[in-house]
């Protein structure tokens, strides 16, 4: 059974840097071809595409937050973490990890709210 | 990238069929065959509904079909019920290995 869950801070201030981890189970962060992506989504908006990361360890970012966003992978402990620098208000949102074999997301985390505010 | 262009919302009654449009550049959505779609309901994450333009995962009622023609990909829902009303998302791989998001279409049940 294939599960991610997000895990983090609820709360950050402007500034900060926010670390999110993504635990994943039921698959393997090794398999070729697997890849985990960070979304995320401001209330009542948009889904937004943050970074990928594939079993390769390759690497890719949104081109309007690359500057912001650094992902990595700790196979050992099946973790994707995101960090993203220089928090403001408009980077409040929901952020989910989501599990990709191609293409397209088929699993997705329950996501979690991060709230930026001083 | 800009996100794809989706009509805000898009409703009809029990039964009927309707479609959502999203629209790209020959940059994402022409340019490859790999236009997902996904169905959110209220404080739920995405479930994918529809990968590679056209292609159904395994579970996805085949109520639900996807096509493309040039720039604009399009998610049908025929024979609409009750549990059909949530957002929906296209996304579309736009090279490089990064993808855009569609604006969503809140999809609403006569």
């Known amino acids: 059974q294939v599960t991610l869950k997000e895990s983090g801070p609820v709360l950050v201030k402007p500034t900060e840097t926010l670390t999110l981890t993504c635990t994943v189970s039921?698959?393997?962060?090794?398999?070729?071809?697997?890849?985990v992506s960070w979304i995320r989504q401001p209330p009542g908006r948009a889904l937004e595409w943050l970074a990928h990361i594939f079993s390769n360890d390759e690497k890719s970012y949104s081109t309007s937050l690359r500057n912001r966003l650094t992902i990595s992978e700790d196979t050992s402990k099946s973790q994707v973490v995101l960090t993203m620098t220089n928090m403001a208000p408009v980077d409040t949102a929901t952020y989910y990890c989501?599990?990709?074999?191609?293409?397209?997301?088929?699993?997705w985390g329950q996501g979690t709210l991060v709230t930026v505010s001083s | 990238q800009s996100a794809l262009t989706q009509p805000a919302s898009v409703s009809g009654s029990p039964g009927q069929s309707i479609t959502i449009s999203c629209t790209g550049t020959s940059s994402d959505v022409g340019n490859y065959n790999l236009v997902s779609w996904y169905q959110q309901h209220p404080g739920k994450a995405p479930k994918l509904m529809i990968y590679?333009?056209?292609r159904r995962p395994s579970g996805v009622s085949n109520r639900f079909s996807g096509s493309k023609s040039g720039n604009t990909a399009s998610l049908t829902i025929s024979g609409l019920q009750a549990e059909d009303e949530a957002d929906y998302y296209c996304?579309?791989?736009?090279?490089?290995?990064?993808?855009?998001f569609g604006s969503g279409t809140k999809v609403t049940v006569l």
């Open positions: 989501a599990r990709s074999e191609a293409y397209e997301w088929d699993y």
């Open positions: 039921g698959f393997s962060l090794r398999n070729g071809g697997m890849g």
């Open positions: 996304c579309s791989y736009a090279g490089s290995t990064t993808y855009v």
């Open positions: 590679e333009d056209s």
